[in-house]
């Protein structure tokens, strides 16, 4: 196959939190580049997902749910979506049909977009088709999408037809990376995504959200690779929180995140986990910098 007819092309997915973004481009990926969980605001940074074939590379770029900033990580936050839409060639506007709460942020921002929008109804594995169609109506009125998908990330669900979509608005040019890539972060970038992925899974309330993870030291060994990481925290008594009585849940969280970065290289690892103190890294805008976001 010549490069003319090789097609190539960003696409960005937006859309509120917890609608399912992550697990889409993680199911059209076959892997596991961006940690989901149950909770919203999980996504913090532009994730990037590369999908390669034959014929074509389309380079996702999973994002942060669109909120309203309160604080400035949620501000960098923000900049990441609006990074990604402004690179996108497509854009993936995922739309969670369960939920109750209004859409208007995404809807707005969207508007503010000269690029072709695809409409994804996901989890349809959780509402009846009738209510799903029902509940999406009121967006389809308001806004004039490319076309409309309804699908299942976690089952598989018109994920096929969407992707045929997909390619179908790109244009002829090179592989923007080599074709065996999945991602372009950095391995530290994983592995601190993968514990802050276990804190979501293991604490609750404020403390996931008061949290970020520092991958202070990374070794890399022929049989076992050595990590030192840091979790920040916003305030002491979090810190006593994510410790436990004895040290149990600093210990149970190291474990959990060990395994699940050991799956993800599929090599041995040794962690070594501290948390810090940092007062209300989340407000200021150099920490948030300096910790990567
Ligand atoms: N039933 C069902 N649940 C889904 C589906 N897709 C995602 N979920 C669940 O929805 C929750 C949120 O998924 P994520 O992929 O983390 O959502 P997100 O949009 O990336 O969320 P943020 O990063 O917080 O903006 C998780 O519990 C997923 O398992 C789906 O097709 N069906
Ligand atoms: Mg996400």
Redesign the pocket.
Known sequence: MTDSQHKTGYAAII??????????MNRILGAKI??????????RHQVVGIFSDEETQIVFL?T??VITPKYELQNAMMKTVERARSDADVILF?FDPTDTYPTDEVIELLQSINKPVILVV?????IDPVAAKQKTAPIQERMRFRSAHF?????GDGIEELMADIRSLLLPGPPLYPKEDLSEHPIRFFVSELIREQIYLQFHEEIPYSCTVDVISYEENEEMDRINAEIIVNRKSQKGMLIGKGGSAIKDLGIKSRESIELFLDKKVFLELHVKVREKWREKENWVRNLGY
Not at 151 to 155: I, K, N, W
């Open positions: 859309g509120k939190p917890n609608a399912g973004k992550s697990t889409l961006s940690i989901t969980t149950h909770k919203a605001q999980t996504t999973d942060p749910g995922i996901n989890k349809v594995d959780a699908v299942s990330a976690t089952r």
